[in-house]
């Protein structure tokens, strides 16, 4: 039997990517993988299939995180199903980026609705279910550009920065219920933002790697379940960085 067994999981934005890489290294015998996605079913479908050759039910249910309904109705959906719910993985998110100069507000306001007001939404509701069950998992996605910045990423460098400041306000707010609340930060991973990197660029950031290589999704979801497991009750609030050894 694996840590994921008998488990109910929400992951969002986990149609591709790192979510995907989440989704699957959770699947366990009998767990019940659920996940949201914005718009693109057929990568929502590719993760089905996945994590259901991988040994786990699975169903993606089509939802924004930033809006408020939508999320309420896809908590209501799960729990209502499932009966309850044991971890959720805040990682959806998006970029918008510009220099600060040239910024629109709807790319500040959109970036921090998803990536960061987003996460608050899914934790506000998947909290009043895990506090009735005494127990519970909340695993957030920052980033690595939360404690190094990045030029032409402020609204992103501010929502992944915020929530690492959920995060350690929640696992004070949750502990005493057995909820632990923690945060993986990856650097930069092997996904659609990264894969439009030039070759000059990309060898630029390796560079700055002392691993030598980029990170791959899969190795940021290893993180989150180490996180999701029983092994990982007596961790809350702290941050586990994934980035090959770009940040210490």
Not at 26 to 37: C, K
Not at 79 to 84: C, D, F, L, R, Y
Request: some cysteine; overall charge neutral; hydrophobic content about 45%.
């Amino acid at each position: 039997m694996t840590e994921s067994s008998g488990r109910t999981i929400l992951v969002t934005g986990g149609s591709k990517g790192i979510g995907r890489a989440i989704c699957l290294a959770l699947a366990g015998p009998d767990s019940r993988i659920y996940f949201n996605y914005s718009s693109d079913s057929a990568a929502a479908e590719k993760t089905e299939e996945l994590v259901a050759a991988a040994g786990g039910r699975v169903k993606g249910i089509q939802a924004d995180v930033a809006s408020e309904a939508a999320v309420r109705d896809l908590f209501d959906s799960v729990v209502k199903e499932a009966g309850g719910l044991d971890v959720l993985v805040n990682n959806a998110g998006i970029t918008r980026d510009g220099l600060v100069l040239r910024m629109k507000e709807q790319d500040w306001d959109a970036v921090m609705d998803i990536n960061l007001k987003g996460a608050f939404r899914c934790a506000k509701l998947a909290a009043k279910t895990m506090l009735k069950q005494r127990k519970g998992r909340i695993i957030n996605i920052s980033s690595v550009v939360a404690f190094s910045g990045n030029p032409g990423q402020a609204n992103y460098v501010a929502a992944k920065s915020g929530i690492i400041g959920l995060t350690k306000a929640l696992a004070r707010e949750l502990a005493s219920r057995n909820i632990t609340v923690n945060a993986v930060a990856p650097g930069y991973v092997e996904t659609d933002m990264t894969g439009a990197m030039t070759d000059k660029a990309r060898s630029a950031l390796v560079e700055q790697i002392p691993l030598g290589r980029v990170g791959m999704p899969e190795d940021v979801a290893e993180a989150v379940a180490f996180l999701a497991s029983e092994g990982a009750g007596y961790i809350t609030g702290q941050v586990i960085h994934v980035n090959g050894g770009m940040y210490m």
